[in-house]
């Protein structure tokens, strides 16, 4: 350094570089059904102030039975391939040029049927008599449940509409059955 008179002093700087890790904002957890191949773009978790999206490797642990792909775009896809069904908790790391990295964990529920559990006919977040009467009056010819409703009656997971069905959503709101017999986990 040299002052106005031409003096001048000679001082060490250290500058020291930080390489951040990259961050991931909270992936959320999510349901999906069985026939649904779920798509999570992973920018738009991810941010990294040292490097471009495009230079971070992603990869994924916790997937007993889902089989999940992340592609070149960083989109990752979900599905289960043998008619799972149940909860996995996954943990997506991230990981930048430099070996920083971070993870997040986030929780996927693949249901049998869309939009709702078993029992659930009518999906609206609640089993109880509205369903059986729903139920009943398909098997009676009244009025047709859509696809995704009959999905949802079938509480005994036989791919078959009945009389039986109708017994066991009566069992679930009687609390003689926590779920329907055909459940979430088959």
Not at 105 to 133: E, Q
Not at 154 to 175: A, E, K, Q, S
Request: hydrophobic share 40%; charged share 20%.
């Amino acid at each position: 350094m040299y002052d106005q008179k031409g003096g001048y002093d000679i001082d060490t700087v250290a500058i020291h570089v930080i390489d951040d890790a990259p961050q991931i904002s909270d992936i959320p957890d999510t349901t999906c059904s069985v026939s649904d191949t779920l798509a999570l773009d992973l920018d738009q978790f991810t941010s990294d102030c040292d490097d471009a999206l495009d230079a971070l490797e992603w990869n994924v642990i916790g997937n007993a039975h889902l089989a999940i792909d992340i592609t070149d775009d960083r989109m990752a896809r979900l599905f289960s391939p043998d008619g799972w069904t149940g909860t996995e908790s996954l943990t997506f790391t991230v990981h930048d040029p430099d070996g920083n990295y971070f993870s997040d964990k986030c929780h996927v529920t693949v249901n049998l049927c869309p939009g709702g559990v078993l029992g659930d006919v009518d999906a609206n977040g609640n089993i109880n008599v509205l369903d059986v009467v729903a139920t009943v009056n398909h098997l009676l010819n009244i009025q047709e449940l859509n696809s995704a409703a009959q999905c949802r009656a079938d509480c005994n997971g036989d791919n078959t509409l009945n009389v039986m069905d109708v017994l066991g959503i009566v069992n679930v709101i009687l609390g003689i059955f926590p779920e329907c017999p055909g459940g979430t986990g088959r």
